[in-house]
């Protein structure tokens, strides 16, 4: 497993924070490594990976980090190199962040870099929208390998950011009010997949159960069985 934090600068928003995740795949047989934030992702980086993660883009310029401020964004060769992994068939996760989270899943400032996500996600017919994926827990749907013995899907208090589908079709795997929280779309023709995200905070526990472990178990077993 792959997690690219290339434009990430939350630490809380990475594996470092994602405890039960990375032991729950650890577990699973899978090594976890992660492209940190401020390294560029390049395609030897994701070769041979069952599953690549990509974070959401997020910067927080501080007097401590200096006063110049600087805004990260995806360069044109990092979509190419996530767009080529998944077109050769491989399982792509996309997720986004209204706020900075701490702690997992608790929302700090808000999130101005919610839309950058949308560099990768278009490439796939995805667009992240204005708005927000209101309450904590989305309701699964459908019999997919992915939710099976899933009734709901953890997220943070209002953090989820609406998608929609611009080009193919999809399947929806979990939602809130009609909106989803979880999406699988097929990419290429060698079997690629990537499965979109509302939110990172499904990745994470935070101070609660983890309700999400069962989702967790589906993805690592779904991802090297395909």
């Given at each position: 497993v792959v997690f690219v934090g290339s434009h990430t600068e939350a630490l809380h928003m990475s594996p470092v924070a994602f405890t039960e995740l990375g032991m729950a795949w650890a577990m699973a047989g899978y090594d976890v490594d992660l492209i940190p934030y401020g390294q560029t992702v390049t395609p030897d980086d994701l070769a041979d990976a069952d599953l690549v993660v990509v974070l959401p883009v997020l910067d927080f310029p501080t007097a401590e980090s200096g006063l110049e401020q600087?805004?990260?964004a995806w360069t044109q060769e990092e979509v190419d190199a996530l767009e080529a992994y998944a077109a050769e068939g491989g399982m792509l996760v996309l997720t986004n962040s209204l706020h900075r989270l701490k702690y997992g899943t608790i929302g700090l400032d808000p999130n101005e870099d919610w839309e950058d996500a949308n560099a990768v996600a278009t490439a796939f017919g995805v667009?992240?929208?204005?708005g927000y994926v209101g309450g904590s827990r989305a309701q699964t749907a459908g019999d997919h390998p992915l939710v099976a013995g899933v009734d709901v899907l953890e997220?943070?208090?209002?953090?989820g950011v609406p998608f929609g589908l611009t080009d193919g079709k999809w399947q929806v795997l979990a939602s809130v009010d009609g909106k989803p929280a979880a999406a699988l779309v097929d990419y290429g023709a060698e079997g690629g997949q990537v499965?979109?995200?509302?939110d990172v905070a499904i990745l994470?526990?935070?101070w609660t159960d983890v309700t999400n472990l069962s989702f967790w178990r589906n993805?690592?077993?779904?991802?090297r069985s395909r």
């Open positions: 600087y805004d990260e667009a992240y929208e204005e997220l943070g208090e209002g953090n499965l979109v995200l509302a994470s526990s935070g993805l690592a077993n779904y991802a």
